[in-house]
């Protein structure tokens, strides 16, 4: 069919044009090419947005392993925490969805994946807050301070979502804890029981030493000492001491109140049928992304995937 005859029927005039034995001018054939192409950009940005609504799609015949990984809080923005993680699974060629909707955390939602992976923390705050900085020592010149209703934060998780978590992992899939998700398990019991530790606290931001303790294990392979400029996470581990592979250390001398120098940083252990692993690092993309880290995170995903 010709290419003017193919357009005709499309913008439904051919008929029209028989009929009358006329011929359509120039004019008029290009201003129906042009509302038809506005017609199709329309459904086509309807089509795009209802996509981004909606988890990423992975076709039927993707064997690839799953990742759900649920980011993002007040004191983590979830766009560096997605630039950093889309590298990590970019290089190991698996697919991921992002969530920051903690609320739909469930067993239905995560029976489609074969990794969790969660970088937030256990609060969320109702009644808003004045900014993202904890120490927000400029609220006492705002005009308007008195406006502000108290910053007070909840938890988030239910008995519900950590037995969920609970079981995805002894059914025998991968759990991967970053930096400050060990702040969940101090509001859920099943939480820390799989996740394995819970937080304590730590320092504002600044250089400090991570070694590897457990040269042995898989996820430490090629992994060498590293230095990193990054907040030094204070946890407390409740399993076998000898699953700890990462001990972060302020070689200045710098103390967190009387915890010391030194913080557990990173462990692994099996639970049930399924495997968990916890590092501490993360709090900017620089940390992140610092090379022997990374190398680390990547043989953290393998080993969680029983790929090594």
Not at 39 to 57: F, M, T
Not at 176 to 199: D, F, W
Request: aromatic fraction near 10%; include cysteine; charge should be neutral.
């Amino acid at each position: 069919m010709a290419v003017t005859e193919f357009l005709l029927d499309k913008l439904g005039l051919r008929g029209e044009v028989m009929k009358q034995k006329n011929v359509i001018s120039r004019r008029d054939l290009l201003q129906g090419m042009g509302a038809a192409v506005a017609a199709s950009a329309l459904v086509a940005s309807e089509a795009n947005a209802a996509a981004a609504r909606q988890p990423e799609q992975h076709g039927k015949g993707d064997q690839r392993p799953r990742v759900l990984a649920l980011i993002g809080d007040r004191y983590h923005n979830s766009d560096y925490i997605r630039v950093s993680l889309d590298k990590l699974f970019a290089e190991l060629g698996l697919p991921v969805d992002y969530s920051t909707n903690y609320d739909r955390l469930s067993r239905d939602l995560l029976q489609n994946y074969q990794l969790f992976v969660c970088f937030r923390d256990g609060m969320i705050w109702p009644g808003g807050y004045l900014g993202p900085d904890a120490y927000t020592a400029y609220a006492s010149a705002l005009e308007n301070r008195l406006d502000f209703p108290k910053e007070t934060p909840k938890t988030w998780i239910t008995d519900e979502q950590g037995e969920a978590v609970k079981e995805f992992v002894a059914s025998g899939k991968g759990f991967y804890s970053l930096h400050n998700n060990s702040h969940v398990s101090l509001s859920s019991k099943s939480y820390r029981e799989v996740m394995g530790g819970a937080y304590i606290g730590h320092p504002p931001q600044r250089p400090f030493k991570v070694n590897v303790v457990n040269r042995d294990h898989p996820i430490t392979q090629g992994v060498r000492d590293f230095m990193v400029n990054d907040e030094q996470h204070f946890v407390v581990y409740d399993k076998d001491p000898q699953n700890i592979f990462l001990r972060a250390e302020n070689i200045d001398g710098l103390t967190y109140g009387d915890h010391g120098t030194e913080s557990i940083s990173g462990w692994a252990h099996e639970y049930g049928k399924g495997r968990v692993v916890f590092t501490a690092v993360g709090h900017n993309i620089h940390a992140m992304w610092q090379p022997e880290y990374f190398k680390l995170q990547k043989n953290a995903v393998r080993w969680l995937l029983k790929a090594i």
